[in-house]
């Protein structure tokens, strides 16, 4: 038997587990959400695998050597301040990618196509056509060009949308006109619908905030700026985002993500005209590919290859 991989993650359905061991059959692995077959003895466990994990329990393992987050976003496991020092592989993963790109599409033509508006006006039993812009009309700005920020731009691309996009650092990518970290405020003033795909990290932390909004394009073809946000949730104020949509300085909204995850029943999202809510599923992790991704990695890892994925700590993605 080879060297343990303790999974610390709840998982619904006793099958997630047994994908892990479908895929390394030879290879013990350990439930962690399983309390009472917890082992006591945490040696010879080599790999593990989290998400928002105990904290000091990666520390406590003296012979891991490579920590998998189950996710593409690593914020919860860098929350735990005794992380140890190793390897930390991120999820990335065609599936992962292609699911995001779906609801990032979908948000897209929603509005485009006044979708909120036609349901409020089917509740009334209202026959009224609402004015229609082209896709080609419309600029969409990805803050987060990274490998979910790259697909949605291709597929928005696809679709007639103009696509700007914005990272840390610039990337050349044809038919996407692309802004580096200190370009934000040319980047702002040229978008109609404000797409997030960023990661939550210190520089991240509520940057979708009123003055971000005021800074978006004022004549877009839809009436306003949209702002549609699957990154993650602290990376926005939603009393802003409140405010915002109050005061007109945002048409409307998509929101996957939260600053706290389940959005309260009270928060005043939920009501609101042209506001859209999703419980963090835009795109959600398929565990038969990431099991098959943690099983290839390992595998890379025990015959000497480089780890892919992996997360640049000091940056926090
Ligand atoms: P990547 O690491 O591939 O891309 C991150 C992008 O953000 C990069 O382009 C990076 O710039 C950019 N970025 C990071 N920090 C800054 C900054 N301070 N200023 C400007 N740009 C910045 O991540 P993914 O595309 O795989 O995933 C993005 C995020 O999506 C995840 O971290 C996660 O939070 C979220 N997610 C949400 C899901 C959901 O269901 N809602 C599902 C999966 C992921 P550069 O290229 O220069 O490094
Ligand atoms: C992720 C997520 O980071 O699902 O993969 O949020």
């Known amino acids: 038997m080879k060297s343990g991989l303790l999974i610390d993650v709840k998982f619904d359905g006793y099958g997630k587990y047994q994908s892990f061991q479908k895929q390394m059959p030879d290879r013990r692995i350990i439930n962690w959400s399983d309390e009472k077959n ?49 390897p930390l592989v991120r999820f990335v993963d065609a599936s992962l990618t292609s699911r995001m790109s779906e609801w990032i599409c979908l948000q897209c033509l929603l509005h485009l196509r006044q979708q909120p508006s036609y349901d409020r006006l089917q509740a009334q039993r209202i026959w ?12 969409v700005g990805i803050m987060g060009m990274g490998v979910l920020g790259q697909d949605a731009a291709s597929k928005l691309i696809a679709l007639g949308f103009q696509v700007n996009g914005w990272s840390r650092t610039r990337k050349d990518l044809a038919a996407v006109n692309c802004f580096e970290g200190s370009e934000l405020d040319a980047f702002l003033a040229q978008t109609d619908i404000l797409v997030g795909l960023l990661p939550f990290t210190q520089e991240t932390s509520g940057i979708f905030n009123s003055e971000l909004f005021t800074r978006l394009s ?11 946000n699957a990154g993650r949730g602290k990376s926005q104020l939603e009393s802003d985002v409140v405010l915002a949509l109050q005061s007109g300085a945002l048409r409307g909204v998509s929101l996957d993500v939260f600053e706290e995850e389940p959005l309260s ?53």
Not at 128 to 139: C, F, I, M, T
Not at 218 to 228: C, K, N, R, V, Y
Not at 295 to 313: A, H, M, P, T, W
């Open 38 to 86: 917890r082992p006591s003895d945490l040696s010879n466990i080599n790999y593990a695998i989290g998400w928002h994990p105990d904290k000091g329990l990666f520390a406590s393992m003296p012979d891991l050597k490579v920590m998998f987050s189950i996710g593409a976003g690593v914020d919860h496991m860098l929350q735990d301040p005794t992380l140890p020092d190793l």
């Open 128 to 139: 009224r056509e609402l004015p229609q812009p082209d896709a080609s009309d419309l600029r």
């Open 218 to 228: 004022q004549s877009s073809a839809l009436g306003g700026p949209i702002f549609i």
């Open 265 to 317: 029943r009270e928060s005043l999202l939920w009501n609101m005209d042209n506001v859209i809510i999703t419980p963090h599923v835009a795109s959600v992790s398929d565990i038969d590919a990431l099991a098959l991704h943690i099983g290839n990695q390992i595998e890379r890892f025990e015959s000497g290859l480089k780890l892919q994925c992996l997360v640049d700590k000091r940056a926090g993605y």
